[in-house]
Every structure is written in C-alpha cells, then in structure tokens.
C-alpha cells in the first residue's frame, strides 16, 4: 500500500525488451538499444519476483514487452506462474503476431485473459503504423483467442488524428458478432515518439462521434480500480471501453506496479523513479529486505502523473523499454495524411494529420523516400504508385501560427511584416434576468453604475491584453471604443468593442478581451443581485487589414 491508501495488487512484468513489429508511436524504425541479456530477468528471476509480489497481495499479473511472445520460454513462465497460490488473473497483451500458434499451449499453461493491439482494420494502414507486415495474423489471432473461450478479447486500439481517427465506427462495428472489448487509447507521449497534443484524440471526441451513430450506446458499470469507462451498443456481442490516461488520468484509483525487462520496478508508466530489484536479487538480498524494498518505492510513489504536457517533455523510458499496457491513460486544421505503402498512397479524408508521413518505399520497413508527385496521390482512398513518391504534406501546426512543430505554444514572430491599419470589432451579451436588468436600467445597483464601470473595464482590458493572452503582442492602440447597450426583450446588456492600430499584427484579441473584461465587469457588479447571469454571444464580428484578408460575420 502506498502513502495514500492505494493498494497495489496489479503487476505488469515485460518479459522482453525486444519487439517483431517497430510501432510508430512506440518504437524508432531502427529499433531501441538493447539491454545485454545478461543484465535482463531471467525466468527464474521473475518466477522468485512474482512470488515475492503475490505474497505480499499481488492477485493479477500481467506479462508484456517489448512483445512478450517472443521471448521462447513465455509458456513455461506462464506455466509456473500458474503454480503460484493467490494469483488470479495471468494475462498477456501482445501484437497478436505469434498469438495463434502458441495461444493452445499458453492457455493449457493457465494464461487466462489476454489483450491483443490492433490500432486498424485496413490492411496497408497496418503495415505503415507498425512499419511490418502481419495483419492478417493478429486477425487469425484475435478470432482464435476467441475461439479458445477468452472472454471478452481485449483489443487494444490506439487513436491518433490523421492515422485511425476514422475508423472508430468500424471499431465499434467489430464488436457486433464477436465477444470483444474494443479499448480506445489515448495516444501518450514517451520518449522518442515524436508525441504531440494534437495528435491525441480525446475520449470525448469518439464518445461523441460513436453516439452519433449509435445514440442508444449504454454505458456499463465500471470496477474501482478500472481503468476503462465502458460502453455497449445494445445487443453487440461484445462491448468498446476508452482509456483516457491523458485527459482523464486514473491516478487515483492506481493498483500497478512494473517490472522492467531489466529488473527494475516503476511504480508510475510516466515517472522515471525507479529501483533495480534485479541487483538486489543478485546481490542476494534476503526476502524480507526485497519486500521492504519494494514497499519503500511503493511508499514513494506521488498521488499522480505530471500532466500530459510536463510528461511529453519529461525524460522516460520509451514505451517498448517500459512494457507496460497503457491501460490507466486529441482537432485541428486540414491537411492530408499521405502514405505511401507497396506502392499505394493512403489517403485519409480528414487528413488533419501530424503524423510522421513520409513515404515507405515499396517494401515496408525500408529506410523512407521524399516523395515528389503529390497529384498522383490527390482523390481517392488508395492510388497506384506511379512515379515512385509524394510531397511530405504540410503538419498541422504548419496551418496554426502560434504552435511549433512539436505542437507547443509559440509566439508569432511579427518582425518581418509590413505595418498597416488594422481594425477589429467584437462582442458579447450578458443576459441578467429580469430583476437584475431593471436595477441596471434605473442605475439602482449599490456598486455604482454598470454601464459607465463596465465600460471602462473594457478599454482597460484591451489595453493589457498583450499582458493577459500569453501569445499576444504588444501592440500601440490608436484607439478603444466600448459601448454598452440594453436589450429588453432578453433583459441583457449587449457589448460592442472596437479597436485600431497601424501596425504589424492585428488587434482581434485586444476587441475580444475588451468586450470580456466589459462583460465580467457586468457581472461582478450585480452578482449580489443574482447569479443567475449569463455571459454569452463572445464573438469577433469584424476584422480589416493584415495578410489574411477582411473578416465579417453576417
Ligand atoms: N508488444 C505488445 C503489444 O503491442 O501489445 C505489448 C507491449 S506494448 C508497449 C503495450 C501496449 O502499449 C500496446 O497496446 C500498445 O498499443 C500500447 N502503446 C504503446 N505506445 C503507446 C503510446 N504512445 N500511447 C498509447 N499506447 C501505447
Ligand atoms: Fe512492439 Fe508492442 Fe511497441 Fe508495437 S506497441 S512496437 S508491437 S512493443
């Protein structure tokens, strides 16, 4: 138990750091530095270790990798963790590759739950996320496992904006005649796997989607210490679950614990804190002083996660070095996810994609090719390769002025653009209720007189906005205009700003942050009157002047 009452009786242990398919989210092309197998767990190793953890509460134990079914000795580990009194639950989370031919005998061995990673239903789609071919082996492998009775296959989807976003229907589709639960992951950042916030698709995201086309989507109960939030199309086999490690973390709730290939136990996927228990061992470290060891690094274990941006910059293990299954843990402009695989194009409609898409030479897993013939690719969903490549399609963040390439906020550098007028209208409504209106109208409310406070809270607020909105700019307002009207038919103050500038970028923030200052003023100063107040309608109505042209909203 950690210092904050969580008991942990969940533990992963990655058999292998070594890995069949390269994942692109995962692992670099080349492949990771490899730990010297001497360094690495031997069986009996993690035999002595699971023992020490199933004695001390450790009920589920779940083996991982790299791809864990690689690693030739995987039935026998299997076989004599069955041994082990106490321990429920033996499952594996593997690619599935090796999975229909050695799940027989991993089930007799006493494997009894098993979570397989498929991230798409299009064949070529596959090969370029895992950078191998084989889909059509962890698809034998999926129908095996159920076939055998595992119930439910877990399947493991990871989504990421331009790669599979749009194939989260066909996902939940596959759940209609077979006993599976689709888990959507939420793409994580580790290292190496160039993560980036726009990439991620949230939870909410293909909730609403899904529930689009399946409205009567029922949601299921959910154990404590789950991980999944779970949902079923009604009369569907099998059912979908979301993994929202990112935008929702499970910290809370946190039962795991993990074992390195190289014996080292993390207590969190995302810290880096860790504790070699394999030089322990070796040391020959009694178990008492093993089990007091390990409860120490448990009794060090923080209440949760950094957040995902401290995490996409912290230093951690990649992935595949930390063999853990995510299961505790996002939309943008337009743009074209292109990839060329066997001499195919893929092309995804809503291409909003920040992938790394450069073209994969004819055959999958060679080192990659600058494409040069765009049109080629233009149209459909998959074109022949004709003149042997494509032009890298711009990033996302290529469309978005104030993020970098890494999807970080970045501040416009102005310098090089010509000066001319700009000018920005905007502005908001504050519904106040009946009572409330009256007391503005007739200039009753104690704090003074709305209209005139409120008005200069406005010209205030466009004057700081540079010191308000973290990416804007300073910028000389020639002038400031706020005005302040009442509706009565809504009982609402309606707001309209201006502001102008001879300048180098435009002043749309200094109007919008003028009419919210104005409209919270509005607020502030009949809150005693009621709360009932609603600020709506803040909008930019008009823009002139810059390089992007005029704006008007009819
Ligand atoms: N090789 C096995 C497999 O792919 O299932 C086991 C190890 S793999 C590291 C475990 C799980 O982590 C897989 O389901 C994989 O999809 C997921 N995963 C890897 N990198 C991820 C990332 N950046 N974000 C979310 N999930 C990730
Ligand atoms: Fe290998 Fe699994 Fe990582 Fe893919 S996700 S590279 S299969 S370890």
């Known amino acids: 138990m950690d210092s904050f009452g969580r008991q942990h009786n969940y533990l992963r242990i990655s058999l292998t750091e070594k890995c069949n398919l390269r994942c692109q989210y995962c692992m670099p092309e080349e492949g990771v530095q490899l730990t010297p197998k001497s360094e690495l767990l031997t069986a009996q190793e993690i035999i002595t270790l699971a023992k020490l953890f199933v004695k001390e509460g450790v009920d589920k134990i779940r083996l991982t990798g790299g791809e864990p079914l690689i690693r030739p000795d995987v039935v026998e580990i299997v076989g004599e963790l069955h041994k082990l009194e106490g321990l429920k639950t033996i499952a594996v989370t593997t690619n599935g590759i090796n999975l229909t031919?050695?799940?027989?005998?991993?089930?007799?061995?006493?494997?009894?739950?098993?979570?397989?990673?498929?991230?798409?239903?299009?064949?070529?789609?596959?090969?370029?996320?895992?950078?191998?071919?084989?889909?059509?082996?962890v698809m034998e492998g999926?129908?095996?496992?159920?076939?055998?009775?595992y119930h439910p296959v877990k399947v493991n989807c990871v989504v990421m904006r331009g790669f599979n976003e749009d194939?989260?229907?066909?996902?939940?589709?596959?759940?209609?005649?077979?006993?599976?639960?689709?888990?959507?992951?939420e793409y994580m950042p580790f290292?190496?796997?160039?993560?980036?916030?726009?990439?991620?698709?949230?939870?909410?995201?293909?909730?609403?989607?899904i529930k689009q086309r399946w409205p009567e989507l029922e949601k299921l109960p959910c154990e404590t210490s789950s991980t999944a939030k779970s949902y079923k199309v009604p009369h569907f086999q099998g059912q979908i679950s979301f993994i929202t490690s990112m935008s929702?973390?499970?910290?809370?709730?946190?039962?795991?614990?993990?074992?390195?290939?190289?014996?080292?136990?993390?207590?969190?996927?995302?810290?880096n804190s860790e504790v070699s228990l394999r030089d322990h061992l070796r040391s020959g470290a009694s178990e008492e002083e093993l089990i007091q060891i390990i409860g120490a690094a448990v009794g060090r274990k923080k209440k949760q996660h950094a957040g995902m941006f401290n995490i996409s910059r912290m230093k951690n293990r990649p992935m595949v070095l930390i063999g853990s299954h995510p299961e505790k843990q996002w939309h943008i402009a337009t743009g074209i996810l292109q990839t060329q695989l066997r001499g195919y194009c893929v092309f995804q409609k809503d291409p909003s994609s920040t992938f790394d898409t450069k073209c994969l030479d004819a055959s999958v897993g060679q080192a990659p090719v600058d494409c040069q013939s765009k049109e080629a690719c233009s149209g459909s969903e998959f074109h022949t390769r004709e003149s042997g490549s494509c032009t890298r399609v711009p990033h996302a963040s290529d469309n978005l002025t104030h993020t970098d390439e890494e999807g970080r906020a970045t501040m416009v550098d102005v310098g090089g653009k010509p000066d001319s007028r700009r000018s920005a209208v905007a502005g908001a409504v504050v519904l106040l209720g009946e009572k409330a209106f009256g007391m503005v109208k007739q200039n009753q409310v104690k704090k003074g007189d709305v209209l005139a406070v409120a008005q200069i809270a406005g010209i205030q607020g466009a004057k700081l906005t540079s010191q308000l909105i973290p990416l804007c700019h300073t910028i000389p307002l020639y002038h400031v205009e706020v005005s302040l009207s009442l509706d009565e038919a809504r009982h609402a103050v309606v707001i309209r700003s201006s502001c102008h500038t001879w300048g180098r970028t435009g002043v749309e923030m200094e109007a919008l942050t003028a009419a919210s200052l104005a409209a919270l003023t509005v607020y502030d100063m009949c809150k005693a009157v009621t709360h009932d107040i609603i600020i709506q309608e803040l909008k930019l109505i008009s823009k002139t002047g810059g390089q992007r042209g005029d704006f008007s909203r009819v």
């Open 142 to 149: 999926i129908h095996k496992a159920t076939e055998l009775g």
């Open 167 to 185: 194939e989260v229907l066909d996902f939940v589709d596959f759940t209609k005649d077979l006993p599976l639960d689709v888990r959507f992951i």
């Open 248 to 271: 929702e973390h499970f910290c809370g709730s946190c039962n795991r614990l993990r074992i390195t290939a190289d014996g080292n136990l993390k207590v969190c996927l995302f810290g």
């Open 191 to 209: 290292d190496g796997n160039k993560w980036n916030f726009k990439k991620m698709v949230s939870y909410k995201e293909m909730l609403d989607t």
């Open 101 to 137: 031919r050695l799940l027989p005998r991993l089930k007799e061995a006493g494997l009894n739950a098993i979570n397989i990673s498929l991230d798409t239903l299009v064949p070529a789609k596959f090969e370029f996320i895992v950078r191998r071919k084989g889909f059509h082996k």
